[in-house]
């Protein structure tokens, strides 16, 4: 834990945000360290807050966007598609944050 004990005390708003952006790790989880490494409550939150909209927006927008299809051939359709290219942007979403942040540092 010592490792991470460090990366939470040092970037800890950070960590939490690439850790919310990617859907790979449960909420729970990531809930769990985040009490074992006593990060601030207001960090916690704002990381979170911010963290889990850009996934919420796109995952709102696919489920209405698959809702729509009425037939197989509408499942090639723009919005359909456009939803799903949104998906594949989210998982870039914390690499380019990464990417971001380290040139700020």
């Known amino acids: ?4 004990q460090e990366g939470f005390a040092k970037n800890a708003f950070s960590y939490l945000i690439t850790l919310r952006l990617v859907p790979l790790f449960p909420f729970f989880l990531v809930n769990l360290v985040s009490g074992l490494t006593r990060v601030r409550l207001g960090t916690f939150v704002a990381a979170t807050s911010i963290g889990i909209i850009p996934g919420s927006f796109v995952y709102a927008n696919a489920g209405r966007q698959l809702g729509t299809i009425n037939s197989l051939s509408e499942i090639a359709s723009p919005r359909v598609l456009g939803a799903f290219a949104l998906l594949g942007l989210l998982a870039v979403i ?12």
């Open 1 to 4: 834990m010592g490792p991470i």
């Open 94 to 105: 914390p690499i380019a944050y990464r990417k971001f942040a380290n040139r700020t540092a």
